[in-house]
């Protein structure tokens, strides 16, 4: 091959090493094997904190029932129902993200908050709540896998119109 002088080839340095700070030393393997352990420990109260979650969503919820969607009153509960999102996985109960990511699907903006069904945004409270109380973590179970992917068909037919946004 024959070479061009009028080349010049620059190789970039790793900024992604440079951010972090360089190799993980050993001190900083033990800061987050405590931290896992930590973590361990915690893991008790999580279905602890999911309820506390839960139980604001459904405040939201029963103000909703009473006024609609539209307004502070929906805007609160898309908020809950996103820390719900976000929590879900994190506390162990992937379901309840699922869940929770169909119900913020369907009201994540003012405009979908204007049309959207009331009752398919309390189903999927009512079906959050039932996974709690039912202690059903994940979609192995085939009736929440089933109630799962019913909601998110109908939401999906709702949010079609807002696929662009």
Same mark, same amino acid.
Do not use: C
């Given at each position: 091959?024959?070479?061009?002088?009028?080349?010049?080839?620059?190789?970039?340095?790793?900024?992604?090493?440079?951010?972090?700070?360089?190799?993980?030393?050993?001190?900083?393997?033990?800061?987050?094997?405590?931290?896992?352990?930590?973590?361990?420990?915690?893991?008790?109260?999580?279905?602890?904190?999911?309820?506390?979650?839960?139980?604001?969503?459904?405040?939201?919820?029963?103000?909703?029932?009473?006024?609609?969607?539209?307004?502070?009153?929906?805007?609160?509960?898309?908020?809950?129902?996103?820390?719900?999102?976000?929590?879900?996985?994190?506390?162990?109960?992937?379901?309840?993200?699922?869940?929770?990511?169909?119900?913020?699907k369907m009201i994540d903006?003012?405009?979908?908050?204007?049309?959207? +069904?009331? $009752?398919? &945004? /309390? %189903?999927?409270v009512g079906a959050i709540?039932?996974?709690?109380?039912?202690?059903?973590?994940? !979609?192995?179970? +085939?009736? $929440?896998? &089933? /109630? %799962?992917?019913?909601?998110?068909?109908?939401?999906?037919?709702?949010?079609?119109?807002?696929? !662009?946004?």
């Open positions: 091959m024959a070479q061009n002088k009028d080349v010049e080839v620059i190789s970039a340095p790793n900024m992604l090493q440079i951010k972090v700070g360089g190799p993980i030393s050993q001190g900083d393997l033990h800061m987050i094997e405590k931290a896992e352990e930590a973590l361990k420990d915690m893991r008790g109260d999580f279905g602890q904190w999911l309820e506390e979650e839960v139980v604001k969503l459904e405040a939201a919820a029963k103000i909703v029932r009473e006024t609609g969607l539209k307004g502070e009153e929906g805007e609160e509960l898309f908020i809950r129902a996103h820390d719900l999102r976000g929590l879900g996985t994190t506390y162990e109960f992937p379901i309840v993200t699922r869940l929770a990511k169909s119900l913020t903006m003012p405009e979908k908050r204007q049309k959207a +069904p009331t $009752a398919l &945004a /309390l %189903a999927h709540r039932a996974a709690l109380s039912q202690n059903i973590r994940d !979609d192995n179970d +085939p009736v $929440a896998a &089933a /109630l %799962a992917g019913e909601l998110e068909t109908q939401t999906m037919a709702f949010a079609a119109p807002w696929k !662009d946004d």
